[in-house]
Nanobody, 117 residues
Framework: QVQLVESGGGLVQPGGSLRLSCIAS????????MGWYRQAPGKQRELVAT?????????ADSVKGRFTISRGSAKAKNTVYLQMNGLKPEDTAVYYC?????????WGQGTQVTVSS
């Protein structure tokens, strides 16, 4: 059974930084694309950033220049990270890890990120 487990969320002041991590387990296949999405209260889930197995990255306009997505090393390609700098109150949301494994889409349980003074 495939599982995605996120970690690294929390409470941070505006301008601060957090690093989210996600590990995919339970599959003998390496994930193709992996990514991060977020959902704020009362809003639809939205894309934050994605990264392909080959390293191609895509970011939402709202996070470009502040967030960086990366994959683990060659032996840890089932891991994806999101480095978030310059956090703003509008970044407050539950952040979800996503992975495409052999054409099937999987989601993590989410981790809360709260940006507040």
């Amino acid at each position: 059974q495939v599982q995605l487990v996120e970690s690294g969320g929390g409470l941070v002041q505006p301008g601060g930084s957090l690093r989210l991590s996600c590990i995919a387990s339970g599959s003998m296949f390496r994930p193709n694309a992996m990514g991060w999405y977020r959902q704020a209260p009362g809003k639809q889930r939205e894309l934050v950033a994605t990264i392909s197995n080959g390293g191609m990255k895509n970011y939402a306009d709202s996070v470009k220049g502040r967030f960086t997505i990366s994959r683990g090393s060659a032996k840890a390609k089932n891991t994806v990270y999101l480095q978030m700098n310059g956090l703003k109150p509008e970044d407050t949301a539950v952040y979800y890890c996503n992975a495409d494994i052999t054409g099937w889409e999987y989601w993590g349980q989410g981790t809360q990120v709260t940006v507040s003074s």
